[in-house]
């Protein structure tokens, strides 16, 4: 299953870094913990670390083209998933990491081939409301 | 305010205070309740009508589905029906006509019986195709006993005589040719004649004495004297009966009790029949 609140936690850190918009990621990470019957934070956590890491990547990159955005939404969901395991398995049998990786790496690869198509959606949904776009992807 | 540095960076700041806060939840480690309850059921409530929405149309998308493959399968249930159908009608047929055919065959043993006398059954497998003579094929042979001049009879009367036999099928000349002979009389007047087929088509009998008392309507029956039929088998009805042309003997039109063209199957007096005695007519 493709991650698509990773996706709109890194197109929010890349083209829309702004306090509001962590903020956002944040709560989209705690409606995900509220839902999903994990430890509250957990995902709450781990979408914020994707969005600086996505707000990172818009500071040194001259141009955040959506090939980066890409890249970032697969390590994005490798980071998330890994961590996830981790934390709520209280970071003990990371020997069995190695059987989850297979599994992780598909979602991973899922999730960052639907990528360029929510950024266009979430693009032209910025245009339509007249949002402006850091680091216009080509 | 907006020049400051907690201004400037305030995107850094804002992550930071939200990581805090996260790990925060989680060193709580334990999910208590009261505090996770509240914004997970607003949140369900928000969503609720979405994820109605949602389900609602995966149903109608899943109903959707069933009743096409539904249909689809139904269909080719129903082509696979109609085969079965076609056979079950082709079947029937067969049974109708073996049912006919098995009667006819009853019919015919019961003539035997009747006749006392031995013979076989046949099929009749074709017919003078050019129309010149009046014959008809059957489909048993001298293997299977028969000979020439042998008697070859229907249940409704006379069909003619054996010319011609080979190994499994044999040639009937019917009555009805004008080549064919058959002494026979009037059943009722006991008047007797030749009967002979006429070229035009129909049967004639000959030689009947200008006296003799024939009306339409009478029975004309084998004589026996021939040695080929036996004696009373049923020839024809006499249809006409005209004094027009000159001449010692009657005008006689007979029709024949079988139709030819309609024969099926026949029988095959084996045993030849011994010639009555000549009688005196009295």
């Keep these: 299953m493709p991650d698509l609140v990773l996706i709109l936690a890194v197109d929010l850190g890349m083209r829309h870094p702004r306090a509001l918009t962590a903020l956002m990621a944040f709560a989209m990470g705690y409606a995900v913990d509220a839902f999903s019957g994990v430890e509250l934070g ?44 981790l934390i709520s398995s209280g970071l003990a049998p990371a020997d069995r990491l190695h059987v989850l990786m297979p599994a992780v790496l598909i979602q991973a690869a899922v999730t ?27 | 305010m907006k020049g400051s540095f907690l201004w400037r960076n305030r995107v850094v700041f804002t992550t930071g205070l939200l990581l805090l806060i996260a790990l925060h939840f989680l060193s709580t480690g334990v999910r208590p309740e009261a505090r996770a309850n509240k914004p997970s059921l607003v949140l369900m409530e928000a969503v609720k009508p979405l994820l109605v929405v949602e389900s609602q149309m ?15 399968s139904v269909h ?14 082709g079947q029937q047929r067969r ?39 009046r014959t008809l094929m059957l489909s048993e042979g001298d293997r299977q006993g028969l000979r020439r001049d042998m008697a070859v009879i229907s249940i409704n ?21 004008h080549n064919s002979a058959l002494d026979a009389f009037d059943q009722r007047s006991r008047a007797r004649g030749i009967v002979a087929g006429v070229v035009e088509d129909g049967l004639a009998m000959k030689y009947v004495d200008r006296s003799e008392d024939i009306k339409p309507g009478d029975m004309i029956v084998t004589s026996g004297l021939d040695g080929i039929f036996p004696r009373g088998l049923l020839v024809g009805t006499v249809a006409r009966v005209s004094k027009e042309r000159p001449g010692l003997f009657l005008n006689v039109e007979v029709k024949a009790a079988v139709d030819f063209r309609e024969l099926e199957q026949v029988m095959i007096l084996t045993t030849r029949v011994p010639a009555p005695s000549v009688q005196n007519n009295g």
């Design chain 1, 42 to 85: 957990l995902n709450a956590l781990l979408l914020t670390v994707v969005f600086i890491f996505a707000y990172w990547l818009s500071r040194v990159l001259i141009s955040a083209s959506t090939a980066v955005g890409v890249m970032a939404v697969f390590v994005g969901v490798v980071f998330s998933d890994v961590g996830n395991y």
């Design chain 2, 157 to 177: 009367g006379v069909v003619g005589k054996l010319i011609a036999v080979s190994h499994d099928a044999a040639r009937v000349l019917l009555v009805s040719d």
């Design chain 2, 95 to 133: 049974m109708v006509e073996l049912e006919a055919e098995n009667r006819h065959l009853a019919d015919l043993l019961e003539l035997r019986d009747a006749l006392d006398t031995t013979a076989i059954a046949a099929n009749v497998i074709g017919s003078d195709a050019t129309g010149l003579s």
């Design chain 2, 76 to 89: 080719q249930e129903n082509l696979r029906l109609e085969q079965q159908v076609a056979q079950l009608e």
């Design chain 2, 58 to 72: 995966a149903d109608d998308a899943s109903d959707f589905l069933h009743n096409y493959f539904d249909l689809v």
């Design chain 1, 112 to 138: 960052a081939l639907l990528t360029p198509s929510v950024f266009q959606i979430t693009g032209w949904g910025a245009r339509m409301v007249g949002l402006r776009m850091h680091g216009a992807s080509r």
